[in-house]
């Protein structure tokens, strides 16, 4: 329904909607903070950290999760496993590294890539997400343009099926290193970087460290010709 009825909605219209949409957003998660810290000697914290974690930020959670009564509780492992994840791509954090084979069954770790004097985009992605598709011409337009100036990809698929992974890789033209487990949304990169929806990605400097997560369509290409040049 949104797809139909796009079209006929004025842009100035969308983005008021857009914009209301965010300070509504801003307006639930800053409740459901002050609900969070205004009940650390009960179970109602658990509630609201389980369903919207991500969205507090790290800093917040780990300050409240430091003095709270039932920090240990079980119901609480996935939310502390998401914290630790959110913290390996927060800007600075050093690489961590992932295992998996690339389309000739060679096994490869993510540190044979990043950290070896390049700038490296991580691009977490699969062949049967169609937004991941729709996004690899940005990628490949950028990796041409900046590739010989020293800026690499990697690819990080969720696919299981290999042969489905390896017709895409062809299809879209991708010549960048490619690393799956094959194991979907089981990868271990899931946990490790505590991905919950695809594409997703990740910019690290030449040393390794986290520049930014999440760029996409043109800051993605803004970000680039600041850090390697037009």
Excluded at 11 to 29: A, N
Excluded at 104 to 125: A, I, M, P, R, S
Excluded at 179 to 199: E, F, M, R, T, V
Aim: proline share 3%; with cysteine.
């Amino acid at each position: 329904a949104h797809e139909k009825y796009n079209g006929q909605i004025p842009d100035s219209l969308m983005k008021g909607f857009d914009k209301r949409y965010d300070e509504i957003s801003e307006e639930i998660t800053a409740t459901q903070k002050q609900i969070i810290s205004e009940n650390k000697d009960n179970l109602v914290p658990v509630y609201f950290l389980r369903a919207g974690s991500d969205s507090f930020g790290v800093e917040f959670v780990e300050g409240f999760l430091k003095d709270y009564k039932y920090k240990d509780c079980k119901a609480l492992e996935s939310v502390v496993a998401s914290i630790s994840g959110e913290k390996n791509k927060l800007p600075g954090a050093d690489v961590v590294d992932f295992v998996g084979n690339d389309l000739n069954d060679k096994e490869c770790h993510l540190t044979d890539y990043v950290g070896k004097g390049q700038y490296v985009l991580v691009d977490f992605w699969a062949s049967w997400c169609n937004p991941c598709r729709a996004e690899m011409p940005n990628v490949k337009a950028n990796y041409e343009k900046y590739h010989d100036k020293g800026f690499e990809v990697v690819g990080i698929s969720f696919d299981n099926d290999k042969e489905a992974w390896a017709k895409c890789v062809e299809e879209l033209g991708i010549t960048w290193p490619q690393i799956s487990d094959l194991k979907g949304w089981q990868c271990a990169a899931s946990d490790l970087y505590n991905i919950k929806g695809i594409p997703a990605t990740i910019l690290y400097d030449p040393e390794g460290k986290v520049i930014k997560a999440g760029l996409r369509g043109e800051e993605l290409g803004k970000t680039l010709a600041e850090l390697l040049g037009e």
